[in-house]
Structures are given as structure tokens and as C-alpha cells.
């Protein structure tokens, strides 16, 4: 079964870093497009950042771009997040997503291949 797991949530204070983690497994990683997206309770899964297969292009929602990096190595099939100058908007559930599709993956969320289940940032104030 395919699986991505995300690692690397916690709570950091307004203008702090956290890079999250997404490792894969039994997916053919380099046939991949990757992004992550996040949620907040009571609003919809919103698109964060992604990286095209072999990591040539990525893109970014207006709100994060120069604050957030998003990469991925090819060797250890894995795909990272540095989030620096963090704010308290930024608080939400982190997903780490999968697709062949690179405008499925840059629009979300509804026809996205596979997902991780989250993990939580918190920025306090």
C-alpha cells in the first residue's frame, strides 16, 4: 500500500522556522509530482507548494512565496517543507500529496492520488 507520512509539526512562536518531512513509500517517487496543502478546522484543504517531477519547477500559494521552500530528493524519496517567518496564519494541519498530474497537484484537492495524514503547526503570537 502506498503510504506518505509527514513528520516535523510542533509549535514554534511567530517569525520561528519548521521544516516538515514527507517520506514515501512503495510509489514510484520520480513518477511523481509533490505538494503539500493545509487545513484549518471548518475551512477547505487549501494548496501550499509544489515541485515537479526531478525538482526543476516549483510553485507557491502568494501568501508563503519567500517565506517557504519546498524540495525533494529523488534518492531518498522524500519531499521537505522549510517554512521560515512563520505567522500565526499559518497555523494548520500540513498534508504532504501525490499525483501524475501537475495541474491536479498546484489546484487540489479533490482529485489528488494519494495523501498523507497531516501533521499539526501551531503559531503562537
Known amino acids: 500500500q502506498v503510504q506518505l507520512v509527514e513528520s516535523g509539526g510542533g509549535l514554534v512562536q511567530a517569525g520561528g522556522s519548521l521544516r516538515l518531512s514527507c517520506a514515501t513509500s512503495?510509489?514510484?517517487?520520480?513518477?511523481?509530482?509533490m505538494g503539500w496543502f493545509r487545513q484549518v478546522p471548518g475551512k477547505e484543504r487549501e494548496f501550499v507548494a509544489a515541485?515537479?517531477?526531478?525538482?526543476?519547477?516549483?510553485e507557491y500559494t502568494d501568501s508563503v512565496k519567500g517565506r517557504f521552500t519546498i524540495s525533494r530528493d529523488d534518492d531518498k524519496n522524500t519531499v521537505d517543507l522549510q517554512m521560515n517567518s512563520l505567522k500565526p496564519e499559518d497555523t494548520a494541519v500540513y498534508y504532504c500529496?501525490?499525483?501524475?498530474?501537475?495541474?491536479?497537484?498546484?489546484?487540489?484537492?479533490?482529485?489528488?492520488?494519494?495523501w498523507g495524514k497531516g501533521t499539526l503547526v501551531t503559531v503562537s503570537s
Open positions: 500529496a501525490a499525483d501524475e498530474t501537475w495541474h491536479t497537484i498546484t489546484v487540489g484537492a479533490g482529485g489528488i492520488d494519494v
Open positions: 512503495r510509489l514510484t517517487f520520480s513518477l511523481y509530482h
Open positions: 515541485i515537479i517531477r526531478h525538482g526543476t519547477l516549483t
